[in-house]
């Protein structure tokens, strides 16, 4: 396809490389949970994989195979099944891929719902081991006869630890682990995992692929590396056809046909169209967190800024090496003369609030919220301090975004 080499050329003129229905432009809503066949042998054939076609909504639509196909091509993967969040695409991988006596190795620098997520696959007899993400030698220290997995982020939230993403590509591979990335801190235009060797690639699409804050949904992308026939825990009925997909293929059948988290034709219609403009919005994005981040580190009631795009941070040089841009979110600790509460109340653009890569810039004091069920020792563990205020940039001119911090600043100061 040579002339949609581009990203964002791939993404707008994805839908249309397949046929759609009247000429649209975009796949449209599928409002449908079953299809009817006029010839029931088409069914049969369909049912048993020997036909392309639509069963049951619970597996599959349309609108959302069309989603699926344009991750797919933004991660330059073979194949990517949709879910209904970012979690459920996480823990039905989980479920349909490990068995009782597994273990796998976890970065410790970790989204909070995906922490607590494992502490459950533990509780059922999956054991995980949380390991520093950022040294590939202690995630090499932790491999055991039973791993079978290793699952990190790419840059972690919210103090921005930059895993050894290459490192542990190649310690995967030596040791034929599955190596699972989730991608969504930085997305596909900013990184691919397959470049590091990452066997399946998750995003959140309710992140900065759908962009406006207004759909959940999740995906997982096969990349085709992975040899699926040393994988033991695959059933023979789903090792056939391409092998590439036997994995992928079992985490639709054992994990989204039967644990049920299936995303809505309407959410990813949503999705679809927010992820656009990916590009244009991070470009914009990064830009104004750079921009940010070196204003907020020149200020004397700032005691600390975490982003990879910044010299000071540990991982700098890597995040720098290997993604397009170091992201579009940070976090900073505030001087402790300075009042966490009287600063976030005193911002009027940014917006406290829980989510990232929304459109809207949006700050939380994250030991009192999302990580606040963890426990101060975790925290403590996960270097993150009382003060910690997360920020997800928009794409708000950067200027009202500098002067909103200034001006909450000043309102959190007067006597
Ligand atoms: C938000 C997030 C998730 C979960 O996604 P949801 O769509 O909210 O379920 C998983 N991983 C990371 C890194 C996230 O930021």
């Known amino acids: 396809m040579p002339l949609l080499d581009g990203f964002t050329t791939r993404i707008v003129h994805s839908d249309r490389l397949d046929p759609i229905e009247h000429g649209s432009l975009q796949k449209p809503i599928h409002a449908t949970v079953a299809y009817g066949y006029d010839d029931a042998r088409d069914l049969a054939a369909v049912f048993q994989g020997r036909q392309g076609g639509f069963t049951y909504g619970r597996q599959v639509n ?36 490990l068995r009782k006596g597994d273990h796998f190795i976890s970065s410790a620098y970790l989204f909070g719902n995906t922490n607590s997520l494992f502490m459950s696959f533990a509780a059922q007899g999956i054991d995980v081991s949380f ?26 939230n919210p103090v921005t630890q930059v895993a050894a993403l290459d490192a542990i590509g190649e310690l ?88 049920g988290a299936a995303l809505g034709p309407e959410a990813a219609h949503h999705i679809a169209v927010g992820a656009e403009t990916l590009a244009l919005r991070l470009e914009r994005q990064c830009a104004s967190a750079a921009r940010l981040t070196a204003f907020l580190r020149a200020q004397p009631w700032v005691n600390a800024v975490y982003y990879p795009g910044l010299t000071s941070h540990p991982q700098h040089s890597r995040a720098m090496r290997l993604f ?92």
């Open 62 to 97: 349309p609108t959302v195979e069309a989603l699926q196909t344009k991750i797919t091509r933004m991660e330059d993967g073979v194949a990517s099944v949709c879910f209904g969040t970012g979690m459920a695409a996480i823990g039905t991988m989980l479920f349909a891929l």
């Open 131 to 156: 390991v520093d993400a950022t040294d590939v030698d202690a995630v090499r220290a932790a491999i055991r006869p039973e791993t079978k997995l290793i699952f990190t982020e790419t840059i972690a």
């Open 172 to 259: 995967a591979a030596e040791k034929q682990l599955l190596y699972v990335v989730d991608n969504t801190m930085t997305s596909p235009y900013l990184f691919q995992p397959k470049s590091v060797g990452a066997s399946l690639v998750v995003n959140s699409l309710t992140k900065y692929i759908g962009g406006h804050g207004n759909a959940l949904g999740g995906a997982i992308t096969e990349t085709g590396l992975f040899d699926w026939a040393g994988f033991s825990n695959l059933y023979d009925i789903y090792k056939q056809g391409d092998p590439r997909k036997w994995g992928i293929t079992q985490i639709k059948k054992k994990g989204l046909r039967d644990f």
């Open 324 to 415: 397009r841009h170091p992201g579009a979110l940070f976090s900073f600790e505030l001087a402790h003369q300075v009042d966490l509460w009287r600063f976030l109340n005193g911002l009027r653009v940014v917006i406290k609030s829980s989510n990232l890569g929304d459109n809207r810039t949006l700050a939380i004091p994250v030991a009192h919220t999302i990580y606040h069920e963890m426990g101060a020792q975790r925290r403590a563990s996960m270097g993150i301090d009382d003060s910690l205020i997360r920020i997800s940039v928009g794409i708000e001119d950067a200027d009202d975004l500098e002067r909103d911090f200034e001006a909450a600043y000043a309102a959190a100061s007067e006597q």
